[in-house]
């Protein structure tokens, strides 16, 4: 077992198994995962002491959970001005961590120039990201993952988004938030590709956004008019 | 009276928000309305829930608190109504993170939606718990989850298959029931369920080794065919995506490929004529194709070696390294790293290109082309290396410049074959970079020279050489200093010269200008100055006539 190891290290090391186990029968659950993508498959156990631990665990479990999960860890839509227009986090990142993120990602961002390559790496992550207009759709990767695909991921979103709104701005999705995540749900879940087909996301949320249509309707029908009249 | 249209329209409050000009006016616009939710919800109002909480998730995206619109997500999603139950996991999955304990009040209501006789409610339930979940919760609805991969619509049957992946991660040990249920999904012919299904499998392997030896058994066959049909298929305008059918379904069948292939002979021979294919036939002239390539080319690398195949795939690479595209030379620079455990040497053949990208105007190329460049060093190549790194240090920014004169200053200690090899290039280094290098580095070299007997009288006329050209850097000055100081006789007296040398005419008086211009310049900090001084202590016993 290690002692306690500094947090800076731990972002630039890259575990092929971790096993957390927990010294001296403090009670948390122990988490186990194995990555074998790369060409060995080496086992490391890191044990981390229960007095370090108790400080923290949560901090600890959701940190091996982001480094070793291979998936989309969050998206971000920001504007020029850095502003916020949607967030989605698919790994467990605090409140106070999703504030510090998007503070500094977006300052890494928005300084590069207009010819560079669509990919950062950042916090031993990688983040792709492309500009429409006034939008930077940004994912956050692993450094193993296909950044490629990511890109073809972006742009999926980004014409499901134009077919949706009808040649899609910032206003709508400043406005239309709400559908904008509604859209996003049907094409990523836990941090992973949902649908491949445009046609199909289009289909899902028409028919959901008529069940409400059809919700209203009905609650201004007269019928109900009534019934609250005579409450 | 429609409970939709009157009050505050969500709308009406973005545009008041808006158009605040100043933070103090957007905080007072945000006060209001937050007073009028808050009291709203202690009346529990029923007719503007909806609105109220839409309008929370938008203060909460600017940045402000909102935790007091918990409960509403709660007793939204508990409603009977699609509508409120849709913004009700909305705000649900925004406003909170899975550590907080109100999460796991929602767990019933989730139960209950997970059995709802609507299915677009069971999917916003499978939507929610995959993406938020806590181990608890993901304990406690596994079976409900596992039941609906075999759901009658197939768009249930992807979103359990996503949803499982989460539970898989939070409580690995529920893996095992997932194996059978996952491996009928591979058998589907809807694309998004063969997506979701796919990869879910990839995830189990990654958790269970149990769950890998089953697929790679059971599945390679089964999978190697989806990707052969995939590739084989005519148009299809709803999955076509620059000329190629769904590459997203192309790049996570060679994902799960790799997995099964890596480390068995078997089933890396089932999926080499797929794998040779794809290879040769997807074409590269857009980011889709090259998506594609670049996946397989990754699973190539990893399965188990056939000559055929790794020539084509470092080909590949070769190709994409000359891309004019920088995503492209960046991704192939990515996977020549990972290449150079599998096949060197093949790597080494592309040492001029990745050259060329360390001067790149591309932050990120240079950074990984210098990383790979790091890698591909070894007692041969060094000297022509080094000698490339150096001119690229030239021409690079102030930010790069730290970078790299610590990589070549690395790279110089551990492979210089002999010392005087060594003392030139750092003496380059110090000209054009000094400032950039570490104490420990020019201690080091200091240590190398003392050490270096026959050198002395070459170190110090190079130093003295450089010193004429490059004062503005700080270390090559201390080095010079020194030197002039211990082998001040030698340079004057021209003792030790080597074949390679030419003369150099250094009087007493030369050597003792030198030190006191360092002890004069602008830029000199207290420690130069004082091994000017103590160099100048040195010079004074041994040059007598210059003793003023």
Known sequence: PLSKPAQTQIYQIRFESVELFVNEGFKLSKYKYRNRSAATAAEIRIGIPASVLSENPDFYLDFFFRLLSRMIHFVLLISRQGKVRLTKWYSPYSQKERTKVIRELGGVILNRGPKLCNFVDWRGFKVVYKRYASLYFCMCIDQDDNELEVLEIIHHFVEILDRYFGSVCELDLIFNFHKAYYILDELLLAGELQESSKKTVARLIAAQDSLVETAKEQASSISNIIAQATK | MNPFSSGTRLRDMIRAIRSCKTAAEERAVVRKECAAIRAAISENDQDYRHRNLAKLMFIHMLGYPTHFGQMECLKLIASSGFPEKRIGYLGLMLLLDERQEVLMLVTNSLKQDLNHSNQYIIGLALCALGNICSAEMARDLAPEVERLLQFRDPNIRKKAALCSIRIIKKVPDLAENFINPAASLLREKHHGVLITGVQLCTDLCKVSSEALEYFREKCTEGLVKTLKDMANSPYAPEYDIAGITDPFLHIRLLKLLRILGQGDADASDCMNDILAQVATKIESNKNAGNAIL????????????????????????????????????????????????????????????????????????????????????????????????????????????????????????????????????????LSEAGNFVKDEVWHALIVVISNASDLHGYSVRALYRAFQTSTEQETLVRVAVWCIGEYGDMLVNNVGMLDIEEPITVTESDAVDALEVSIKRLNSDLTTKAMALIALLKLSSRFPSCSE
Not at chain 2, 309 to 315: D, E, S
Not at chain 2, 417 to 425: C, L, R
């Open chain 2, 294 to 429: 670049y996946e397989c080319v990754g699973t190539i690398m990893s399965i188990e070696d056939n000559g055929g195949l790794r020539v084509l795939a470092i080909n590949i690479l070769g190709r994409f390294l000359s891309n004019r595209d920088n995503n492209i030379r960046y991704v192939a620079l990515n996977m020549l790293m990972k290449a150079i455990t599998v096949d060197a040497q093949a790597v080494q053949r592309h040492r001029a290109t990745i050259l060329e990208c360390v001067k790149d105007s591309d932050a990120s190329i240079r950074k990984k082309a210098l990383d790979l460049v790091y890698l591909l060093v070894n007692e041969s190549n060094v000297k022509p290396l080094t000698k490339e790194l150096i001119e690229s240090l030239e021409a690079s920014d102030q930010e790069f410049k730290g970078v790299l004169t610590a990589k070549i200053c690395s790279l110089v200690e551990k492979f210089s074959p002999e010392k005087i090899w060594y003392i030139d290039q750092m003496l380059k280094v």
